[in-house]
């Protein structure tokens, strides 16, 4: 009995824990292991809903885009993460790291990465799977890495300036999405 209760909080640990994978096609990643923290660090405080955790690691030049094509810098992502954390329950990630690189004097990292990303949309009480997306993460050295920009598929910060996530791909409890749904806050 006490083996299967350790081999259930085994499984639920690792669940809960970022998958970070490395395509077979193409593994290459930074040798150095802050590096890859970093991107471990970020994925973490979104999935844990740590909106002061991410903001920690983000640059302060950060910008980056939502899903309707709004820019976001790092004052606007406050706001951003925190409609994201109401809209969505049970976020997790799984990412696949194309590419991770640093320029020679180690002070900017490129991380190209494809990802997949589940999560419960609480105003449809479904869940939200969206697959094969790719982005480019690009860390600057401060002490430590921080994110300064994301391109690409948007991964955070996706919701627009009027609180709402544009659910325009990806399924719906198993059902491929055919036509944009507009999600906000539940009120």
């Known amino acids: 009995m006490k083996i299967?209760?350790?081999?259930?909080?085994?499984?639920?640990?690792?669940?809960?824990?970022?998958?970070?994978?490395?395509?077979?096609?193409k593994s290459i990643v930074s040798k150095n292991p802050e590096h890859n923290s970093v991107l471990r660090d970020l994925i973490r405080c979104y999935e844990?809903?740590?909106?002061?955790?991410?903001?920690?690691?983000?640059?302060?030049?950060?910008?980056?885009?939502?899903?309707?094509?709004?820019?976001?810098?790092l004052a606007t992502m406050t706001r951003a993460l925190r409609d994201d954390f109401h809209i969505?329950?049970?976020?997790?990630?799984?990412?696949?790291?194309?590419?991770?690189?640093?320029?020679?004097?180690?002070?900017?990292?490129?991380a190209s990465i494809r990802w997949d990303r589940r999560a419960f949309v609480v105003s449809l009480r479904e869940e939200w799977t969206i697959r094969n997306?790719?982005?480019?993460?690009?860390f600057q050295k401060d002490a430590p890495y921080s994110l300064l920009s994301i391109h690409g598929d948007p991964m955070f910060g996706i919701s627009t300036i009027q609180g709402e996530i544009w659910i325009k791909s990806g399924s719906l409890n198993g059902k491929a999405v055919t036509t944009p749904k507009r999600v906000g806050l539940v009120k």
């Not at 991410?54 to 820019?71: C, E, H, I, P, T």
């Not at 997306?133 to 690009?138: A, E, P």
């Open 4 to 25: 299967l209760i350790l081999l259930l909080c085994l499984v639920f640990c690792l669940s809960c824990t970022p998958s970070l994978s490395h395509d077979k096609e």
């Open 48 to 73: 844990r809903k740590d909106t002061s955790g991410f903001l920690l690691n983000l640059a302060g030049a950060f910008q980056s885009v939502d899903n309707s094509g709004n820019r976001h810098s």
């Open 88 to 110: 969505l329950e049970s976020i997790q990630f799984q990412i696949f790291v194309k590419d991770m690189r640093a320029d020679e004097t180690q002070n900017h990292i490129k």
């Open 133 to 138: 997306q790719n982005t480019t993460l690009i």
